[in-house]
């Protein structure tokens, strides 16, 4: 979709146009969602969020017009929903092997390549689970949403020196995790 179709789709939204809203929740959702599972860690608090977060645009659709960059304003929105109930649950996040997107295995893979490549999936979950929250936070918008470091800048009201700063501590982190598995993986390829 261009920029003109989502200011068409802003305009009747804010004309009271439901379908519009569906529209723009078919463009944003499963990105939202994942940006808040992120956080909260809980799918169905993460499905919650992304509803109050439509629901809460809905309420305030005569405003949405003004509004410049709809996915930066639903992204924020959806963060500090995140954020407030993460502190009013006061959970701990974790990620689960569906989180991580890795390559797949080649079917001739042999049993102990199965074994290494499975230990490296745990051992990459484990050192995600114990980055720093920010840094997990902005590991996953980069690397599983997709996003630019200047975009999670702007989405995270930071500068791009501290998205840099915070990646190359998580890969850092990940290679670490996983560099005495690479040696031995590849020499049996």
Request: net charge positive; hydrophobic share 45%; proline share 3%.
């Amino acid at each position: 979709m261009n920029e003109q179709d989502i200011a068409d789709i802003k305009l009747r939204i804010a004309q009271g146009d439901e379908y519009a809203l569906r529209a723009l929740h078919s463009l944003f959702c499963d990105k939202l969602y994942q940006s808040a599972y992120m956080i909260v860690g809980s799918r169905e608090v993460a499905e919650e969020i992304v509803s109050d977060v439509f629901m809460k645009l809905w309420r305030q659709r005569q405003e949405i017009a003004q509004v410049r960059d709809i996915a930066s304003f639903l992204f924020i929105m959806t963060r500090n929903l995140s954020l407030d109930e993460l502190r009013r649950s006061s959970g701990r996040r974790y990620f689960g092997i569906d989180d991580i997107q890795l390559p797949p295995l080649l079917v001739d893979a042999t049993p102990e390549e199965l074994m290494i490549s499975a230990e490296i999936v745990r051992k990459i979950n484990q050192a995600i689970n114990e980055l720093p929250p920010r840094c997990k936070m902005i590991f996953k918008l980069v690397k599983v949403d997709g996003l630019r470091h200047k975009e999670v800048a702007k989405l995270l009201n930071i500068s791009l020196k501290t998205v840099e700063a915070q990646m190359a501590i998580a890969l850092k982190r990940l290679h670490s995790a996983v560099s005495i598995y690479l040696p031995t993986f590849s020499k049996h390829r």
